[in-house]
């Protein structure tokens, strides 16, 4: 039995979390079951941000997310502002450094939830039900749809929803949630977003210049522009409004995960914003295609190798009745063996690198050299002795003797 907590006002508290949708939509001609990333208040049962992903999502999901949901404008708005605070599972998305920082800047704490307790968060969770009864359902795609017995191919790709159509049909149904959906936790019937207007708490906005920029890192270096744009990760980002500024000190703000564009700011003036600038050369969706198969194909080597070598790894021995010795249940003979091991040596990087084959040189005489270690055997005011060689009682030799 699980308690309710007390009724609260609107932006005491959000709570946010992923859900995998069920339904496979085509991205690029392949067939995925996309990720939704959304925040609720608490109070309103509103929802107050979303993002959606292809795959599993990242902090740049839950970064996205808070920001539609902070921002009032428009398409975001009416609702959204601060949250008080705002209350996650152990999602290591929802808790790394990014998102941590983000919410700092404002002052917003995150409460992590302990382990398996998703009863604490119950109004997310009751909304990640309630898309998938009242809408995902009804999708095609839907891949819990009870199917005839023995047929188990899935819907051909053609007949799927394209990844842009999904996301506008989901956030329709959003919209409807908010504004004709009258949930039944809300009193007199209203909708979550009557219940939003009709509230009396002041709401705490953030002005759009600071949310332009929300959660962007910096990699700390500072550049130029040169006449081939701007270099980060080995690749040119050009811009037009670049034309002119050759030479200057600038400094790069990217979303995390995301390289395909980059914010340029002044060195100089760290809050002056320059332009966005843009991958060059970017390659074309046919290319990307084509080097897709190409992975997928050297992926698939690789695992069927790994497969090979794990089961020539494994030694089986046959099963005995009597107190033996176990026997191997496959031998190899001598030339086989020689055989693989010559070849094990001949991809073995280490050993073909001959590390002996050309001594190294005598360090040049400027070069610093370390001094020899004193002897430990000396004291501190004492004068160093002679060695006397003998036997171990320490006596001299007889020929020292009789000199």
Not at 17 to 22: E, Q
Not at 368 to 391: C, E, F, I
Request: aromatic residues 8%; proline residues 9%; positive net charge.
């Amino acid at each position: 039995m699980f308690g309710k907590r007390p009724p609260t006002y609107r932006n005491a508290c959000w709570e946010g979390d992923h859900k995998r949708v069920p339904v496979r939509v085509d991205v690029e001609g392949q067939a995925v079951c996309p990720w939704v990333t959304w925040f609720i208040d608490v109070a309103t049962k509103v929802i107050v941000g979303v993002a959606v992903t292809p795959h599993e999502p990242a902090r740049d999901a839950v970064l996205a997310a808070l920001r539609t949901g902070i921002s009032r404008a428009g398409p975001y708005g009416p609702c959204g502002g601060l949250p008080g605070r705002v209350r996650v599972d152990r999602g290591k998305e929802f808790l790394c450094k990014a998102v941590s920082r983000a919410l700092g800047g404002f002052a917003v704490p995150v409460e992590d939830l302990p382990a398996y307790t998703p009863y604490r968060k119950g109004t997310i969770e009751a909304l990640n039900s309630a898309v998938e009864e009242m809408f995902l359902v009804s999708l095609p795609g839907y891949t819990r749809r009870a199917r005839p017995v023995g047929v188990h191919r899935p819907d051909e790709v053609g007949d799927l929803l394209s990844f842009a159509d999904f996301v506008e049909v989901l956030l329709d149904w959003v919209r409807w949630w908010n504004t004709g959906h009258r949930p039944s936790g809300l009193a007199s019937g209203l909708t979550p977003m009557a219940a939003w207007e009709a509230d009396p708490t002041p709401v705490e906005d953030v002005p759009e210049e600071q949310l332009a920029f929300f959660a962007l890192e910096d990699d700390g270096r500072v550049r130029k522009i040169s006449t081939s744009g701007v270099r980060w990760r080995r690749r040119f980002y050009i811009a037009p409004w670049m034309v002119g500024h050759v030479g200057t000190r600038i400094r790069l703000r990217y979303l995390p995960h995301y390289d395909g564009q980059v914010e340029v700011f002044s060195a100089e003036h760290r809050d002056r914003h320059l332009g966005t600038a843009y991958l060059a050369e970017e390659a074309t969706l046919e290319q990307r295609r084509a080097l897709a198969s190409v992975r997928e194909r050297k992926a698939r080597a690789l695992k069927a190798d790994l497969k090979a070598a794990e089961k020539q790894r494994r030694t089986r021995y046959t099963a005995t009745t009597t107190p033996d010795v176990p026997r191997p249940r496959r031998a190899v003979t001598g030339q086989q063996a020689q055989a693989e091991i010559a070849r094990g040596k001949a991809t073995d990087l280490a050993a073909r690198a001959l590390p002996d084959l050309i001594p190294p040189r005598d360090p040049p005489a400027d070069w610093a050299r370390p001094h020899p270690a004193p002897d430990a055997r000396l004291r501190p005011g004492t004068a160093p002795q002679p060695p006397v060689s003998g036997d171990a009682t320490g006596t001299a030799p007889a020929s020292q003797t009789e000199e």
